[in-house]
């Protein structure tokens, strides 16, 4: 049972618009948030992070939203580049677990 | 910066053989991950070790064991490597309760 998911394999965008990535979870427990990205060939990378107790957390181009009574979040990046042409995860914890559970991925594929 | 290093970039491993994949943190964290990534399924998680000579297992840990001798260094045993385990295996490490580190890698194809 996929506790978190990635609803959408793959997403294009145009160079400069935004870029919108899903992520919905089933357990209403989980209170840490992470998005990482990666390139083929290469380990996924830490992006951005959320603790439950927000409900925003904004880095550079890059903002996270979490909706707990949707039990979602979302990764949203403005203006999209084309080298953030990668696949994206999302990943959920419980405190004191010290364990991640990774959504399937999305491809984001930003056209120039 | 934190630094996760795998051993191997890509492996080539015959069916039946004993498959070692080594991974190193130098950044003295607590907790070490063996995940494996497989398209359509995301990055499902094996086992996970919180110290020293501790194991746990993950989601998917038939097939696999684990060592973890020294702090720094958190090793993935196939014991007799079967086909359905080629697949992208990555291994990260973690203070309590931040964000996860990656190393780069081990693309490995069973024969």
């Known amino acids: 049972d996929q506790q978190v998911k990635q609803n959408s394999p793959s997403l294009s965008v145009q160079e400069g618009r935004i870029s919108i990535l899903n992520c919905d979870y089933t357990?209403?427990?989980?209170?840490?948030f992470l998005w990482y990205k990666k390139y083929p060939a290469e380990g996924p990378t830490f992006l951005i992070s959320?603790?439950?107790?927000?409900d925003k957390n904004e880095d550079g181009r890059f903002t996270v939203f979490l909706n707990k009574s949707a039990k979602h979040l979302s990764l949203h990046i403005v203006p999209s580049q084309p080298g953030d042409s990668a696949v994206y995860f999302c990943a959920a914890s419980l405190s004191g677990t010290y364990k991640y559970i990774f959504g399937t991925g999305t491809r984001l594929k930003v056209l120039a | 910066d934190v630094k996760v290093t795998q051993s191997s970039r890509y492996l080539v491993k015959r069916t039946g053989e004993k498959v070692f994949l080594e991974c190193v943190q130098d950044m003295d964290h607590e907790n070490m991950f063996w995940y494996r990534q497989d398209p359509g399924l995301g990055l499902r998680l094996i086992y996970f070790?919180?110290?020293?000579?501790?194991?746990e297992k993950g989601d998917i840990p038939e097939g696999y064991s684990v060592s973890r001798e020294k702090k720094e260094r958190f090793s993935l045993i196939l014991e007799s490597a079967s086909t359905n385990q080629t697949s992208m295996y990555l291994c990260?490490?973690?203070?309590?309760?931040?964000?996860?580190?990656f190393g780069q890698g081990t693309r490995l194809t069973v024969v």
């Open positions: 357990n209403s427990m989980f209170d840490y």
């Open positions: 070790s919180y110290d020293v000579k501790m194991k």
């Open positions: 990260a490490s973690t203070k309590w309760d931040t964000e996860a580190f």
């Open positions: 959320i603790s439950s107790i927000k």
